[in-house]
């Protein structure tokens, strides 16, 4: 056994790097800043890693108690953080691409505006993330759901001096605020049911009694998904996540790819005790996820900004994750995070590299043919790509693979999830690379950007790289090494990640599912024997359905350049309806955003506000100054009046009191 | 032997007459005289009811009741001559700010 682990540093050392950089980062020279933001997210590394190496002689969970936090009545919260296998790879995940980003953030955001901020705020949510994923009770684990939140806020309205972004950054906060609202619910039926919030109290409370099935699990765990579909950009709430993109790259890359947005798969993952106990609850997490999946797939393919068509990527593979929960698969949508997490982060990167060499140019029209100019970005993307199509041997054929055979193999529901994921592996194969085509493939079409401008072009919304760097002649050039470092290791990742989690029926140990089963349970580790030929079968038609899309893209971006245009006129209401992304943010706006907007200036703030609490408050002081205005006319100056009032006061008094006032008393 | 209820009804009478008179007259030096006559109409009452009960306090609370009376009229005197000094009236009616 070893002494302690100090779990409390993780968290904390990220916090300290945000104090520093947050309160003196203004006055402190640029390298020192720098220094002091890689510092407090390299130290979480390389403890975590070191925690990685004694995992094996630890007895898990393993639980810190930092002191009591709230103890009232019978009620009692602790700062408490907890290890386990599940926690351990959200650690390293967390950390790991964490720091890259940090790095890779050093070069891109060189010449910006307040960069000590920028790096302030990216070190508070990596203390807010990792005291999510570290917390040992639901109370500490609301702390970092909502800082990841404040952190994605801040940060998605980086540029807050431009409109858009700081619109975009309340769109997020205000949406997730509604997640959390069920997130809050689902903790006070706990509290109101089990009595505690800490996960081994409520578990084993639930381990005690195998008749609770249903009724308030059931309650618990739909609020708890209500949360999750928040933060992780799920139906019905995923509205935020394609807007996030007004945010620098490395935050998109870092918070809205990697780690922040696959919170709800953690949480479920984490709580899936609960959810294993409501069948319903459990299938709503599939056929949400299974829906999200499609279609934010769909919208991605008509995308034109290269960042948008990533974040309805993110938001499809999110999709993959919940269908992977849905059908009790935890650990292959764990499996599919860890590999997420690699290739998402590097595509955002790529795509941050590649409109860093085009001074702020996010669209792909006007892109192309940079295979040559910025070759190292060129291939690192080109294996973020093969990646999330699932082509082997890459990290995303594996996981990707798992979650559709998982969900083929549960059940009659489960071949109509399967169903959906296949087809999406084939959007997803398209959008993919119809990013790659338009962006690295053929011939530059940044000239005929200068005709487009002129017309309706209004897609320059980009970061504002492109006011700086306009002011001097801009050549497409190479990123610098600090940027294309990180991609590279990523690249490495996303390449070989896969192989943690090999299935059997492909000749390998499934390592990673092996691992998180003492968390996650094994109940659908179904042993290889009779499923082997599926399960490859499956993996080959999913292969298949990927080269379906390769070539789909090949033909019209390729061989028949003309025809993409040719097909959106001649299917010109689908094309409107993919474009504008079937409308969601409009009938939010119409059905919901306006009636409480006219709710709130009507009958809140004119009735209710005006009328009511500030007519109270108006009739409360007219009345106390037409009491007053009566009652100063007793006071004159006059002593022969005071005087007279009180030997009135005194006659009275005389009266009374000889009239037996006494005797009533 | 007068009994003690004569002497309570002309206490009566004397401070009813300070009372009307410190509410009719007009004059400052005529509303201090009244409250003096107040002062004394309470006096008599309690020498009266000293010597109906055969007990003394009575008589002492005459005396401090006539060292309280000379100290105020030694102030009072002095505020009415200020006052007669800056505003050459003695008219309280005419007296009615607390400013000078």
């Known amino acids: ?665 | 032997m007068v009994p003690t209820s004569y002497y309570l009804i002309l206490s009566a009478i004397l401070f009813s007459i300070g009372v009307a008179a410190f509410l009719i007259k007009r004059n400052i030096i005529t509303v201090f005289m009244s409250i003096e006559l107040m002062l004394n109409a309470v006096n008599l009452t309690f020498v009266a009811f000293a010597n109906h009960w055969h007990q003394v306090s009575g008589q002492i609370f005459v005396f401090f009741v006539m060292v309280v009376a000379a100290a105020e009229a030694a102030v009072g005197l002095a505020i009415i001559i200020a006052i007669f000094r800056t505003r050459n009236t003695l008219n309280v009616d005419e007296i009615d700010l607390m400013k000078l």
């Open chain 1, 1 to 665: 056994m070893i002494g302690s682990l100090h779990l409390w540093l993780i968290p904390l050392v990220p916090f300290a790097g945000f104090l520093v950089n947050g309160l003196i980062g203004r006055k402190l020279p640029k390298a020192f800043a720098t220094a002091v933001a890689l510092i407090a997210t390299l130290i979480p590394f390389l403890h975590v890693v070191k925690i990685w190496f004694q995992f094996p002689s630890l007895t898990v969970p393993y639980v810190e108690n930092l002191g009591t936090w709230i103890w009232t009545g019978s009620f009692h919260a602790d700062f408490a953080l907890q290890l386990d296998q599940l926690t351990m790879i959200m650690l390293l995940v967390v950390t790991g691409v964490g720091f890259l980003i940090h790095i890779y953030s050093v070069g891109y955001m060189a010449h910006e505006e307040g960069y000590w901020r920028f790096f302030a705020y990216l070190n508070l949510f990596m203390f807010f993330m990792l005291t999510l994923v570290l917390s040992e009770n639901f109370l500490l684990m609301f702390v970092g759901w909502e800082g990841v939140g404040l952190a994605s806020y801040l940060l998605i309205g980086f540029y807050f001096l431009r409109d858009s972004a700081a619109k975009a950054g309340i769109k997020a906060f205000v949406v997730n605020r509604i997640g959390d609202f069920g997130f809050l619910i689902a903790l006070f039926l706990l509290i109101a049911h089990f009595g505690t919030l800490s996960y081994s109290g409520v578990f084993s409370q639930i381990a005690q009694h195998p008749e609770l099935q249903g009724g308030v699990l059931t309650a618990i765990a739909l609020f708890l998904l209500l949360g999750a579909t928040g933060k992780s950009a799920q139906i019905p709430l995923y509205v935020w996540l394609p807007d996030a993109m007004e945010g620098p790259t490395p935050v998109s890359a870092l918070i809205h790819a990697a780690t922040m947005v696959t919170a709800g798969v953690y949480m479920v993952s984490r709580t899936h005790i609960i959810f294993d106990r409501s069948p319903f609850a459990l299938s709503m997490v599939a056929i949400i996820g299974a829906a999200t999946c499609f279609f934010a797939a769909t919208i991605g393919i008509v995308q034109t900004d290269i960042k948008r068509v990533l974040a309805y990527s993110t938001v499809s593979q999110l999709g993959y994750m919940f269908l992977a929960c849905g059908v009790a698969a935890y650990s292959s949508a764990i499996f599919h995070l860890v590999t997420h997490a690699f290739f998402k982060a590097l595509l955002f990167l790529a795509a941050g590299s590649v409109i860093h060499s085009l001074g702020g140019e996010q669209d792909m029209r006007v892109m192309g043919g940079l295979r040559k100019k910025i070759p190292i970005t060129f291939w690192t993307m080109t294996a973020a790509v093969f990646a999330i199509c699932g082509f082997p041997p890459f990290a995303g054929f594996f996981s990707k693979d798992d979650i559709l055979y998982r969900a083929f193999i549960s059940g009659s529901l489960g071949k109509v999830l399967w169903f959906v994921g296949w087809v999406t592996a084939g959007l997803t194969s398209f959008y993919m690379f119809r990013l790659w085509y338009l962006t690295f493939l053929g011939e530059s079409r940044a000239e005929s950007h200068e005709l487009a401008e002129h017309g309706a072009a209004v897609h320059a919304r980009s970061d504002s790289k492109l006011v700086i760097e306009t002011e001097h002649p801009h050549s497409v050039h190479e990123s610098p090494w600090v940027m294309l470092g990180p991609l590279v290791v990523l690249a490495i990742l996303a390449t070989i990640g896969g192989f943690l989690g090999v299935p059997a029926a492909m000749g390998g140990h499934d390592e990673i599912g092996h691992f998180l089963d003492p968390v996650l349970g094994s109940g659908a580790h179904a042993p290889g024997g009779e499923s082997t030929g599926l399960e490859l079968g499956l993996s080959a038609s999913a292969v298949l359905i990927g080269l379906v899309g390769l070539l789909v893209v090949h033909i019209l971006y390729k061989v028949k350049p003309e025809l993409p245009q040719k097909l959106a006129t001649q299917f010109h209401a689908l094309y409107a309806l993919l474009l504008n992304k079937y409308w969601v943010d409009q009938i939010y706006g119409t059905l919901i955003v306006t009636p409480l907007l006219l709710i709130s200036r009507y009958l809140l703030k004119g009735l209710i506000d005006r009328g009511v609490i500030d007519g109270a408050g108006f009739a409360a002081g007219a009345t106390a100054q037409g009491f007053g205005a009566i009652v100063q006319r007793v006071q004159s100056g006059n002593i022969r009046s005071y005087a007279g009032w009180l030997a009135l006061g005194a006659a009275v008094l005389l009266i009374v009191s000889y009239f037996g006032f006494t005797a009533h008393f």
